[in-house]
Structures are given as C-alpha cells and as structure tokens.
C-alpha cells in the first residue's frame, strides 16, 4: 500500500528551465512533507519541507508547494542546474509516527 | 559533527544466513530509523528506535530485527536471508523528541544475496 506515490520516474530538463516534481499521498493525516535528493553511492540529503498548516515553502531556488485538498505537493527548481541531477524522493509523516517515501523521480538537467 | 555512519558499506551474502548492519547516527541524536531500497519500491520504513526502544514498526517480517545500544548506535539483524532481501539498506538519525524531525540519512549498506 503506497500511500505516497511519485507518478514519474524520470523528468529530463534544460539547464536554465524550470523543473517541476510531482508528489500524490492518499493519508489525510499527513501533517508534514519533505523532499530529498540523492546522489548515486550516496544517502538521501533533506532539501526542503512543508507542515500542513502552509501551502507554500521556499529555500533559494527550491519552493515547495502543498495542496491539501487533492492531496498533491510539487517541488519547483528555478533555474535548473546540471548539478541538480539526482533522484528527488519525497516524504510524508503523521506527528510523531515514520515517514513514508515515495519511489523517486530521476531528474536530469540537460546543459 | 560528523554524519551518520553505516558498517559495512557492501556485503555479500547466501541464501540462509544471517547478517547484520551497523549505524552510528549523528552524536546527540536518540532517534534511529532503518529503510530498505529497492529499484521501483523507494524507500520502504522498517523500524525506529528512540532511547533503546522500538518506537515505530513497516511491514516487514520477523526475519528483520533490530535494536539500539546506549549510545544509540544501532544495529539491524536479517535472518535466513532470501534472494528478494537484496538492497540498499539506509538508517537516519534524527533528534526524534519533538514531533517533527528531519533526518539525517547515512550513506547506506549495499546487500547482496546470491
């Protein structure tokens, strides 16, 4: 039961362009999201969150987006960067219980 | 501070034995949590242990176990290990004593079961 789901496994964009990452979860109890990125032979690293009190989060050129009522959050990378070429997990988790992850999308930025 | 660190970083086992993986979390974090990798599954949550107990449990099977030292080093056991067994297992850490914590992952345990 994948109560997180990550729809596209792979996303390619041009260096400069906007990349946007998409995110579903069935749990309405989710209270708290997070994306990582992984690079390969490396572990996952946080790059942003949200709580679900908001709806929009921004760190530099990461924004978070959450929409509660279809159940959709979307991370948006502006500009792109061939640096940011990585497998971007997100993650969902009810106050004070695990976090549950989704499969991955592959991003590569294109120079 | 150093990060989470995972012993061994590549291990090759067979059908039936046993195996266990070690996780040092980051110091001062009392919160451990283990994930199994595989392609086209993410990260699939196998256990949590906060203080020396087990706080949060996935559906895995009893053959996956594990525990939390003092020190909240942590360890996770397989046991009769199965060729489906064979992933990148993660752990992070986390301070894990308010309600929200991000975590910290390590740069995990590549498993092998021929």
């Known amino acids: 039961d994948q109560q997180v789901k990550q729809n596209s496994p792979s996303l390619s964009v041009q260096e400069g362009r906007i990349s946007i990452l998409n995110c579903d979860y069935t749990?309405?109890?989710?209270?708290?999201f997070l994306w990582y990125k992984k690079y390969p032979a490396e572990g996952p690293t946080f790059l942003i969150s949200?709580?679900?009190?908001?709806d929009k989060n921004e760190d530099g050129r990461f924004t978070v987006f959450l929409n509660k009522s279809a159940k959709h959050l979307s991370l948006h990378i502006v500009p792109s960067q061939p640096g940011d070429s990585a497998v971007y997990f997100c993650?969902?988790?009810?106050?004070?219980?695990?976090?549950?992850f989704g499969t991955g999308t592959s991003l590569t930025v294109i120079p | 501070k150093a990060g989470v660190t995972q012993t061994p970083r590549y291990l090759i086992k067979t059908r039936g034995q046993q195996v266990t993986l070690s996780c040092s979390p980051i110091?001062?974090?009392?919160?451990v949590s283990w994930y199994q990798q595989t392609p086209g599954q993410g990260l699939q949550f196998l256990f949590e242990?906060?203080?020396?107990?087990?706080?949060n449990k996935g559906n895995f099977p009893g053959r996956f176990s594990g525990r939390q030292f003092s020190n909240s080093r942590s360890e996770m056991n397989v046991s009769t290990l199965e060729l489906g067994d064979s992933a990148l297992y993660l752990c992070?850490?986390?301070?894990?004593?308010?309600?929200?914590?991000?975590?910290?992952f390590g740069p995990g345990t590549r498993l092998t079961v021929l």
């Open positions: 992070a850490s986390s301070d894990g004593t308010s309600g929200h914590n991000e975590q910290f």
């Open positions: 993650a969902a988790s009810e106050t004070g219980n695990q976090f549950y």
């Open positions: 949200i709580s679900s009190i908001k």
């Open positions: 110091s001062g974090h009392r919160s």
């Open positions: 749990n309405s109890m989710f209270d708290y």
């Open positions: 242990y906060f203080s020396e107990t087990q706080r």
